[in-house]
């Protein structure tokens, strides 16, 4: 089970302070994503691969962005190890999402700078096939908060949030 085999990689990146997902909400996440099936998904904010794992870890194809040059490279080598389907792309997430068609993703996975995740949410509906479903973590940031506000009262969505640790949102594109 993926979430046993990342228990190393758990380790050391909260040894070394990468602020990754963790077991606790990565069961959540992967119980999803066998609910959900999805068959392309978008990350926003990769860091060294450790969600990218679980999201990726039932076949699914993955696109998924950072910024940090040498976080990518370790994340590529997670995702020859762990055998996901994943293209990195190096760069600003907020510039490469305006670049994907309309209604080509199943899920959009949003965990990288605060503060833009409401810049995210118009692309993210556009990029998302109806069904589909958008994720975002740490939810209870104070930087998340206009964007917990906007996806909980937006009628295109339904949203849901989800209570461990920090938070993580839910919503469904209807
Ligand atoms: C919380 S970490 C991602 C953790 C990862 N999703 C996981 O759980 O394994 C946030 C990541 O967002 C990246 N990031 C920050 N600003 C960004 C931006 N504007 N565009 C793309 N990536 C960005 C950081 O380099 C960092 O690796």
């Known amino acids: 089970m993926i979430l046993e085999q990342l228990k190393e990689l758990e380790k050391e990146?909260?040894?070394?302070?990468?602020?990754?997902?963790?077991?606790?909400?990565?069961?959540?996440?992967?119980q999803k994503i066998l609910e959900t099936k999805p068959?392309?998904?978008?990350?926003?904010g990769t860091a060294n691969g450790y969600s990218g794992c679980?999201?990726?870890?039932?076949?699914?194809?993955l696109t998924t962005i950072d910024i940090n040059k040498a976080l990518s490279e370790e994340a590529k080598n997670n995702f020859k190890t762990f055998k996901i389907n994943a293209t990195?792309?190096?760069?600003?997430?907020?510039?490469?999402?305006?670049?994907?068609?309309?209604?080509?993703?199943d899920?959009?996975?949003?965990?990288?700078?605060?503060?833009s995740y409401i810049?995210?949410?118009?692309?993210?509906?556009?990029?998302?096939?109806?069904n589909g479903i958008i994720i975002a973590d740490n939810i209870t940031f104070?930087?998340?908060?206009?964007y917990k506000e906007a996806v909980l009262k937006d009628t295109r969505l339904k949203t849901e949030i989800i209570q461990i640790k920090d938070g993580l949102a839910c919503s469904k594109k209807l």
């Open 13 to 30: 990146s909260l040894q070394r302070g990468i602020p990754i997902l963790g077991r606790e909400k990565g069961t959540w996440l992967l």
């Open 39 to 44: 068959i392309k998904i978008l990350e926003l």
């Open 54 to 61: 679980i999201l990726g870890s039932q076949g699914a194809k």
């Open 88 to 105: 990195i792309l190096l760069g600003d997430a907020l510039e490469k999402i305006k670049k994907f068609q309309n209604k080509s993703f």
């Open 107 to 115: 899920l959009v996975f949003i965990d990288f700078a605060k503060k």
């Open 119 to 130: 810049k995210t949410l118009e692309d993210s509906i556009r990029i998302l096939k109806k």
């Open 142 to 146: 104070p930087g998340c908060q206009n």
